[in-house]
């Protein structure tokens, strides 16, 4: 075969491939990655930007907030997340090919990307780590691209590559550094020796900023836990595999020599074998990460955030799952005004049915919690479980909303301000912050408004602490307080429908 | 090339002209500014004051002063000072005032707001001032630090980041006499110890004992460096229903005990550790012979009890040769009698002041929107409000300056919720002047997007210089040393 049509050949199998994996992780992963959004914020503010870029790897963080903002519909985020993924498989490719891998390895120039889809499986590895991923592909390719210069040229050229590595994505130079030695190894570069340079350089640099005080220890600035959430104390073993696979899919590359000296239907089994090889994996590791409740999670909280409470019933009309579901249907039915005559349409299982763990600190439960409560009406334990929330997840959209409406309720302005004045600079909030705004120091406007109006009036009278004893006991105050709050008074009904309890 | 310099020369008079304004006619009123600089004292090694005119408008700011006049132009309503000519500025002008006229055009006019002025002491500030960064937590965080400010310039840098020990919660540094060369600070949760850095060394202390109901928590170092005092503390947090002040943190026992940092040995007197009472917040004297501390009757059941927990400002002796207390505890303020509850002692160095946090109730005064700051003179022992400092918000921490002429404090006046640092000169008759908010470059941008709260601020009389690596290292790795009760 001639190079132009192994190039088109090759280039429509990449479409194929890029186009297969936006339809898996479409049916799959969809809610996971529309997640992201709320589990990431990108603020359109320079101080914002500039202070992410003084971080290293900060660029990476950047360009992965930057885009998940953008996952709100539900095929953005399969789309560019396979689009990353292939972008880095074709890189890989390009840096196979220097090396004299021939069409029939081309599958595993996806075994790496592959693997990094599987790491955004888990809500704690950040969307930062498949962007350094992309990044260091690239590098990895320029730098073959350039690899025919002299022996000291390339690795002045890798060397600073290293650096700009270091500074934009994080660790993830280390793996650039490695993967150019073997490059020039598999290769047989001149000077190839010199090479081991650059993944020296990448360590020296990670030793530097752990001595900095820029990143905790070397675990971080050396590998993949730089992309993992700082408060787990371990990472687990899939996340590294992205990186271990592609020295070694660059080392596979040497199968072609092998195949090459064959006929072209060695060469083409030994495409299948490298396609068995990258798929097979990817799909034991991809199912066995898979957390099903996580996935169910995201999926209520993306449905919840949306206010899409026909979506979240429909979805548990023919499938409850936990009292988690239970919760979120239940918080759909009282928005939507239906709690109390739909109840039993569906199974319960006591009081729990309507808040379970409602003293949770779990970052994921207080998400849950906060919308619940905020629909009970118990502005201040919603104001105190977002708020938390919140910093868990160092800004989340839907918990920020309600931080300024429950500010909005008790007056304090100022507050409610400052939280609006964040949300503005964000592209999905602004148009709904600059809202808000009509309402801030206009208690008369305020006090119209069905939400913030009755909200306000939701306030018991007392000197009393929020959950002190339940939730239930709250909402008694709250119903007291407030007869009209229509959710308050479903939520409470149901209460005493669930408890066999009419006092 | 001269052709350019030339150029450039016009083109920098053009400017300095195009700055000045030929005044029309007077106003007569104040100009809305922020921060509110008007009649403040500020020490003469103080950054720049750049404030806002908030209102709109092209408007010029004229300076006067022994330096001479200078007028300056706004960028978007931000008055600017450079900070060489700041330097200069203040340097002519020690122990007077520059007086300021901020001038709007209006209808093609230029006219002339009510001048304001502000003072130069003569006196200068410790250089440094270190406080915790942290959201106004109600128990959740993400980022928080421990940083210091250069007050001569706007530059800030950590002196730890939770970020290096898996976003632990780090608290309660505490400086020697303001030495940045010995201080401490608490790390919780995670890596859980008390940093204590001794003339640089770094070590980490495990200060849970089987005989104390907590770690060590509130600090306070000993002039001589060689103890420490502290309270343990079991503090619970609540958060209000419908209450302006949101949150509660009470304790429900409390001690106070002091630390030799040379044996790790902590000893109390029967006397700081009532089962009867709650003692917190201790505090030693500058000649370090008294040890004053807050203690209330102990009030159960908590948190139902919590509004009925009034503390009085106490003081017992303390030998530092013999590492013992005295035997009688003297009440200088009482809560009983007086009905309010005292927090944060701190005595100037010099000893001539007490200024201590006065609310209806508690501890945990930060969180009081009634609390102000009161001072004591420790000769006559009259308390008496700081009106000058108090606003209808929280003042809380505050902490005295080497030189005892600064105190810096906390407030919540700006928003309701973000506590933000304030500077004020104190006289020779123990009455302050006008506090000023901690400058900025752009001070209106900084403090409305800032989402954090300054928490402790201390002066420093110099830089941090130990390595954040350092601590961490020390956090990460080590197992500590623990502290042990000093056997009677």
Request: charged share 20%; net charge positive; with cysteine.
């Amino acid at each position: 075969m001639d190079r132009k049509r192994i190039s088109i050949g090759l280039g429509a199998a990449w479409l194929v491939c890029v186009a297969a994996l936006a339809f898996f992780l479409y049916y799959g992963q969809k809610y996971l990655l529309c997640f992201r959004e709320q589990q990431q914020m990108f603020f359109f503010d320079w101080r914002y930007v500039s202070g992410l870029l003084a971080e290293p790897g900060g660029f990476s963080v950047l360009c992965a907030r930057f885009l998940t903002q953008f996952f709100r519909p539900l095929w953005v985020g399969p789309v560019v997340t396979s689009l990353l993924a292939g972008g880095s498989a074709w890189f890989i490719w390009k840096s196979m090919e220097r090396t004299g891998a021939g069409w029939e390895v081309f599958p595993l120039s996806f075994l790496a990307p592959a693997f990094g889809i599987v790491s955004l499986l888990d809500v704690q590895y950040f969307y930062q780590g498949l962007v350094a991923l992309f990044l260091a592909s690239a590098a990895l390719s320029f730098y073959n691209r350039c690899a025919c210069r002299k022996g000291s040229a390339r690795v002045g050229l890798g060397s600073v590559l290293v650096l700009a590595l270091f500074l934009l994505a994080g660790p993830v130079a280390l793996l650039f550094g490695v993967s150019a030695l073997v490059c020039d190894l598999v290769a047989m570069r001149r000077r190839r020796g010199g090479s081991v340079l650059m993944p020296v350089l990448a360590v020296s640099i990670g030793w530097l900023s752990v001595l900095c005080g820029s990143v905790p220890t070397m675990r971080y600035s050396c590998t993949p836990a730089f992309y993992y959430e700082l408060m787990s104390p371990g990472i687990p073993f899939i996340h590294n595999l992205s990186w271990i696979l592609l020295p070694v899919s660059l080392v596979a590359g040497l199968l072609s020599k092998v195949a090459g000296k064959r006929g072209t239907f060695f060469k083409v089994l030994t495409c299948a074998f490298a396609l068995i090889l990258v798929v097979i994996p990817f799909r034991i590791s991809y199912f066995r990460t898979l957390n099903r409740d996580l996935m169910r999670f995201c999926r209520m909280e993306v449905l919840a955030s949306r206010q899409d409470w026909n979506g979240i019933i429909r979805i548990c009309s023919h499938d409850v799952r936990s009292l988690d579901d239970l919760n979120y249907l239940n918080l759909a039915l009282a928005e939507k005004g239906i709690l109390q005559d739909d109840l039993f349409k569906y199974p319960q299982a006591g009081p729990e049915s309507l808040i379970v763990d409602e003293k949770s600190e779990s970052a994921i439960d207080m998400l849950r919690l906060s919308h619940i409560l905020f629909s009970m009406g118990n502005m201040a334990a919603a104001q105190s479980m977002a708020f938390n929330a919140n910093q868990a997840f160092a800004n989340n959209p839907s918990m920020l909303k309600i931080l300024v409406q429950v500010d909005l309720m008790r007056g304090t302005y100022d507050v409610a301000r400052k939280n609006i004045g964040l949300l503005k600079k964000s592209l999905n909030y602004r148009s709904w912050a600059r809202d808000q705004e009509r309402f801030l120091d206009n208690d008369a406007l305020l006090e119209k408004d069905p939400v913030l109006g009755n909200g306000r009036r939701d306030f018991p009278e007392d000197g009393d602490f929020v959950l002190r004893s339940s939730a239930f006991d709250d909402l008694r105050r709250i119903v007291k307080v407030n007869p009209d709050d229509l959710k308050a008074r479903q939520y409470a009904l149901a209460y005493m429908m669930l408890s066999g309890n009419s006092d | 090339m001269k052709r350019l310099a030339v150029f450039l020369v016009l083109g920098l008079i053009f400017l300095s002209c195009d700055r000045q304004v030929r005044i029309d006619g007077s106003l007569g009123t104040d100009p809305g500014i922020y921060p509110d600089y008007a009649g403040v004292t500020i020490p003469s090694n103080i950054a720049p004051l750049n404030f806002s005119y908030l209102g709109d408008g092209e408007v010029r700011l004229l300076v006067e002063g022994a330096f001479g006049t200078r007028w300056i132009k706004s960028r978007k309503g931000l008055f600017s000072f450079g900070l060489n000519r700041w330097r200069k500025m203040l340097d002519k002008c020690k122990g007077s005032d520059l007086t300021l006229t901020v001038v709007v055009k209006k209808e093609g006019r230029w006219q002339a707001f009510n001048p304001f002025s502000i003072t130069v002491s003569d006196s200068q500030v410790d250089p440094y001032l270190a406080f915790r960064l942290l959201p106004p937590g109600y128990q959740g965080w993400y980022e928080m630090g421990i940083y210091q400010r250069d007050l001569e310039s706007y530059s800030q840098k950590a002196i730890y980041r939770n970020v290096l020990t898996q976003r632990n919660c780090v608290n309660c540094h505490s400086f020697r006499d303001r030495d940045p060369g010995n201080m401490l600070f608490h790390a919780r949760e995670r890596f859980a110890g008390t940093v204590m850095v001794r003339d640089g060394e770094v070590r980490k202390l495990n200060t849970k004992t089987d005989s104390t109901i907590s770690a060590l928590v509130y600090p306070y170092w000993h002039p001589s460096g060689k103890y420490v005092a502290f309270s343990v503390n079991e503090t619970h947090q609540s958060f209000f229903n419908h209450d302006p002040n949101r949150i509660e943190v009470f304790d429900a026992a409390s001690d106070v005990v002091v630390l030799d940092t040379e044996t790790n040995e902590i000893a109390y007197s029967p006397l700081t550790r009532s089962p009867e009472a709650f003692e917190t917040f201790p505090t030693f004297s500058p000649d370090g012979r008294s040890l004053y501390f807050c203690s209330a009757k102990a009030v159960s059941p908590m948190p139902k009890e919590y509004s009925e927990v009034k503390y009085s400002l106490c003081r017992i002796s303390f030998d530092p040769e013999s590492f013992s207390f005295g035997d009688t505890v003297d009440t200088l303020y009482s809560a009983p009698l007086n009905g309010k509850s005292v927090s944060f002692p701190r005595i100037s160095p010099d000893g001539k002041l007490l200024v201590f946090t006065l609310s209806g109730y508690g501890n945990f005064s930060i969180w009081h929107k009634d609390a102000d700051l009161w001072a004591a003179d420790l000769e006559s022992g009259e308390p008496y409000p700081l009106d000058r400092l108090n606003s209808e918000n929280v003042e809380s921490y505050h902490s005295w300056s080497g030189n005892s002429k600064w105190l810096v404090f906390s407030s919540r006046r700006g928003d309701g919720l973000y506590t933000r640092p304030y500077l004020a000169c104190f006289g020779p008759d123990g009455k302050p002047s006008k506090p000023f908010l901690l400058p900025q470059r752009n001070p209106l941008k900084y403090y409305s997007e800032l989402m954090v709260s300054f928490n402790i601020p201390e002066f420093v009389s110099g830089k941090v210089r130990v390595g954040k690596h350092r601590i961490s290292s020390v956090l990460r790795n080590t197992e500590g040393t623990n502290v042990t009760v000093k056997a009677e």
